[in-house]
């Protein structure tokens, strides 16, 4: 079962994340998710950000946050968390988050929230995370603990979730075990076409001087060239990481089985390019997810 050349099929969850993403990730573009957050209590858009992604964890501190999304520059981290639990609670800001998941879904689905393929993709999407572990997946736990919604779309949703904070949980530790920290990721991202540094940087709070202190040992490991440029060494780091991280999502798709996994593509991959088509998720974006 997903086996290709005798090894298994790495773009079995290659393409699940492709399909899934965007059906997750349009909260942390809709404006719904602004207003929800807003009306918890919360500040601006990134202490939002981070408050309510990290919610299922408890009111942590910024250390723990930093941790587990990886990525993030502390300070930018700290200037969010601890200060939103002041202003709200993880309760509070999950409970808006589900709601603004609800409406922003229902205005770029439209009537389609109400289909038996979407209430078939949930369940299969839902079946899924079944074979998901928690150990070794902080934040994939975290949110395991959360009561599932009751309606389909919202199933779906909070199902495309899970999956993701597995996968990326996954991802940091292909990261750590090949000895690239947070800014590295990224430009090592940018440095075989993956993504531009202005759109990531900005958004991940890296100074220049980081970005380039970052480059400087990359290049003293032989990462990158002058330009910025994968070398031959750069290139296969970044495919081993992407390879391990994709072996790493694996268990959810193999527990569900070939069948019903095409089944759910299928019914799913419809649903994410019309989030896109409705600029529920921009092309290019921050995540480096490419269209479903």
Known sequence: MFIANDQPDLSVARTA??????????????????????????????MGYFASRAAPLGAVSASIVTATFYNFHPRMVARAIPDAWKFSTPERVWSA????????????LGESIASPELAEAAELAREAVVGCSVIGRTL?????DMKWPEEPHLVLWHAATLLREYRGDGHIVALLGEGIDGCEA???????????????QPHRGWSDEDWQAAEHR????????????????GT????????????????????????KY??????????????VDQSGVPMPNPMGSPRP
């Open 17 to 46: 994340w492709a399909v899934l993403e965007p059906y997750n990730a349009m909260i942390y573009f809709a404006p719904e998710a602004r207003e929800a957050y807003k009306e918890a209590g919360l500040k601006g858009f990134w």
């Open 97 to 108: 988050r589900v709601r603004a998941a609800d409406k922003a879904l229902r205005r770029l």
């Open 140 to 144: 994939f736990a975290a949110y395991s």
């Open 186 to 200: 990224h430009v090592l991202q940018g440095s075989v076409g993956n993504i531009a540094r202005e759109a990531i």
């Open 218 to 233: 990359m290049r003293r490991r032989g990462l990158i060239d002058e330009e910025g440029r994968a070398t031959a060494s």
């Open 236 to 259: 296969a780091l970044h495919r081993a990481i992407e390879d391990r991280t994709d072996w790493l999502a694996l268990p959810p798709w193999q527990h569900l089985g070939e069948e």
């Open 262 to 275: 095409k089944r759910l593509i299928e019914l799913v991959r419809p649903l994410s390019t019309r989030i």
